[in-house]
Nanobody, 111 residues
Framework: QVQLVESGGGSVRPGGSLRLACVGS????????MGWYRQAPGKQRELVAR???????NYADSVKGRFTISRDDAKNTVYLQMNNLKPEDTAVYYC?????WGQGTQVTVSS
């Protein structure tokens, strides 16, 4: 049974930082492309960042230069470091891998 469990969401002021983590089980993590997606109220879910392997990453244009995705295969964990957060980054953030989704973690950016 595949499980993806996110943590690290919260509320921050504009310009602040958060780091999300997602621990996976039930998959061969090191062989799995992992991604972070987000869904804001009234909007479709969108890809934020994806990591195939260390150094092989993709980012949405809206987060390039501010967010960094990384992975630690020894810990079955993928991270999303989010810096210089903006109100438009407010959303539920989901971890995804091997056609499975985590439960989501809320990120709110507000002054």
């Amino acid at each position: 049974q595949v499980q993806l469990v996110e943590s690290g969401g919260g509320s921050v002021r504009p310009g602040g930082s958060l780091r999300l983590a997602c621990v996976g089980s039930g998959i061969i993590f090191r062989l799995t492309t992992m991604g972070w997606y987000r869904q804001a109220p009234g909007k479709q879910r969108e890809l934020v960042a994806r990591i195939i392997s260390v150094g092989n990453t993709n980012y949405a244009d809206s987060v390039k230069g501010r967010f960094t995705i990384s992975r630690d295969d020894a810990k079955n964990t993928v991270y999303l470091q989010m810096n210089n957060l903006k109100p438009e980054d407010t959303a539920v953030y989901y971890c995804a891998g091997d056609f499975n989704w985590g439960q989501g973690t809320q990120v709110t950016v507000s002054s």
